[in-house]
């Protein structure tokens, strides 16, 4: 069985996630959406606020599995049994900054590929920060988070 992971903080999650993550799933028998907990940051949202969202976002598909975790995520995926992580790539910053990671979690864990999936490019300019500020200062962000997030925001 093809186990991956997509950690992040999906704080909170975009659509740019979601893209991601229904990309991920034809090329995977269970995908899971890895919430990382960082106990130095505080987020917009909470921890439990994050899952309910990517839970009701996700809940049509059962090989989509919602879970928070602490630690390395090289551990974790060990801990699930995930040979495969999944990080979504916007910019070419992004790559930079994920292939220095990967190439650090194969180093601690070589049984683990990271796959990169780069987004579409309507996407590109979404990420989680930029939506947090939209939302500290009451804007619209409903272009840019799934319909199925509104509710919880």
Known sequence: ??????PG???????????????SVGLFDKVYIGIGVNSSKAGLLSIEKREQILRAVFESDP???IIAYEGLTVNFCQSIGASYM????RTVSD??????????NHSLAPEIESIFIVSK???SSISSSIVREIMRYNGDVTQFIPKEALAFL
């Open 1 to 6: 069985m093809k186990i991956a992971l997509f």
């Open 9 to 23: 903080s999906f704080d909170p999650v975009t659509k740019a996630h979601v893209d991601i993550v229904k990309r």
């Open 63 to 65: 090989r989509i599995h």
């Open 86 to 89: 999944i990080r979504g790539i």
């Open 95 to 104: 790559f930079e900054y994920e292939k220095a990671i990967a190439q650090m």
């Open 121 to 123: 490019p309507g996407y």
